[in-house]
């Protein structure tokens, strides 16, 4: 027989559940109590931040957490210009137009996916690889020019047509390829000019191919962020479908057809959708829960005014780091 106090204990556990199970669904807290810490910090940063920067940080911080990114700071700026728009430059720097900002008014959660995709361009480091692919796609270009250049010289005799031919490309890769193609079309006159069309149409189609690779790059960029989007942001407890919405605003954005560098917004659709059956948004949300349990980062302004800090782990003092391993 069991002792009375085991009998209470059971009926408490029963009752609790009981309780919990009858509990209609919003009654029932969605998020793990915050520690009185992160009460106090995130009150104060209401108090003291503009508006869209409290909306930023908060969202930031725990993106940041809950995906294990907050071993170095990120900086927030938000672009005063009506853009639908956001960009990652520089180390975890990212720039957002107050255009999107206010397109998703309200929806916080459209918002993260929107922030967890430009965090997922430095986390694949998109910026760097970018800049180098880019290179090495113009100074491809820029042999393959040389090489029919070269052709049409060897063919018409004239020392000068082969600086024509990269004149007509010139500024179309830019840079490098620009910069053989200050030589006078004067030196033209008496050349085979047939031979010279040919050999500018077959350059046309090489700037045509190398720029069509560079869209390739950028698009497969887009495609791997979108995917860094989704989860980060669900595993930072945000709602999924904020990203759908966030695809519905791009969709109804002028010229968004138009745009060359981003897969085009159905099959960005598409490819959110397919992300939601590959990586549940319960099991995502559950692995980011156990990371968001301690302390906020903290943030600072930045002394220009111009962007937000988000702290990494630890704090964002250099000074205070010094004097905790060392003391002061
Ligand atoms: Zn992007």
Redesign the pocket.
Known sequence: MLKTTAKFAIFTALSTLLLQTSLPAQARPTQPTQTKNAEAVYKKAKAELPEEWYVVYRITERIARANGQDTSPWRVVVVPEYQTN???TDVNLIAIYSGIMDQLAGDSSALACVIA??M??HVKRHIAVGEAEKDRIRKEAEAEVMAEAEDARDDVEGNAVGGAILGTVGGILGGAVGAASNVGQSALEGASRQRVADAEERVQEIVKQKEQEMAETFRR??SE?DEVGYTYMTRAGFDPEGCLRVMDVLGRTPGAEFDTS?PSVPKRVEQIKALMTQYPAQTLAQEGKTRLTGNPLSYSLSSDGMSLRINRRGGGSTADDIDRRFGQ
């Open positions: 956001a960009f990652a995709h430009e997922g361009h960029q887009e962020a981003h």
